[in-house]
């Protein structure tokens, strides 16, 4: 009688693909550099769980499921409680790991995809969007953090900053000194690398001084209360082409 996943020594191999560390420069190393660390980290961690049921329920291993039993496992996650959301994201690193491995995807399967849509419209559960924060709500924010310690300016910045500017967190926790160009008017915020932007091209943002909530004003009162001297891009680059001329000079003149 087959059986219901395609278990062999060179797929058990291939499932480690999620949980190994590959060699740096490596094919592998750059197939998954595709996925932020923080996605990569839920999916094994999905998997993990698959795998588990897998071999628990079924006595197979997860990498080369068939699609009846992808479908089986995501009805037993939403019978036990299981969130749409969660399993949307099981579902997509069951997917990933199959790719990974160079064999075909059950999440693909139209059986699996009826069944996702089924436990989605079972639980009314559409994508909720997060409330959006506005100024009083931002004010009110402000309220609890205390703005005469070093690390209570720094909060008030950075929240205020991210909220100007409608940044990640991790866009706001990648910020570096030299990202930021103040001007008469506001600041000018470079983002190296987003979620939506994973090859690092790059974007920048313009935050206005405002009359409100004033963000630049916080982000300069925190820069100058921890001495953090801000060397805006131009003055960077000036100063590189100062250091390059005089080292230019330096060379035509002849030796002691």
């Known amino acids: 009688m087959p059986s219901e996943s395609a278990s062999s020594p060179s797929g058990t191999t291939s499932s480690r693909a999620l949980t190994a560390t590959p060699t740096p420069g490596s094919a592998q190393a750059y197939a998954l550099a595709e996925k932020a660390e923080a996605t990569r980290r839920a999916y094994r961690s999905d998997f993990a769980k698959f795998g588990a049921w897998c071999r628990t329920e ?90 005469d310690t070093l690390l209570g300016q ?9 909220f100007a500017g409608a940044f990640r967190r991790s866009e706001l926790v990648a910020l570096q000194v030299a990202d930021l160009a103040f001007e008469p008017d506001g600041v000018r ?25 004033r963000p630049v004003a916080a982000l300069q009162a925190w820069l100058t209360a ?20 005089t080292l230019g000079q330096a060379k035509g003149q002849p030796q002691p």
Do not use: W
């Open 58 to 147: 079924r006595n197979v291993e997860a990498l080369g499921a068939l699609p009846d039993m992808v479908a089986a496992y995501l009805a037993a996650q939403a019978s036990a409680g299981g969130k749409p959301s969660i399993l949307t994201r099981c579902l997509a690193a069951i997917g990933y790991a199959h790719r990974l491995a160079g064999l075909p995807s059950p999440a693909e399967h139209e059986a699996v995809r009826a069944v996702m849509r089924g436990i989605r419209r079972t639980a009314g559960a559409a994508l909720a969007q997060k409330a959006p924060a506005t100024a009083e709500r931002m004010e009110a924010m402000l309220q609890a953090i205390p703005a």
């Open 154 to 162: 720094r909060d008030r910045a950075m929240l205020l900053l991210g």
């Open 189 to 213: 915020v470079l983002i190296r690398r987003s979620k939506a932007d994973q090859e690092g091209h790059g974007q920048e943002i313009a935050i206005l001084s405002g009359t409100k909530l």
């Open 226 to 245: 921890a001495s953090i001297t801000v060397f805006t891009r131009r003055r960077l680059a000036q100063a590189k082409a100062a250091a390059h001329s």
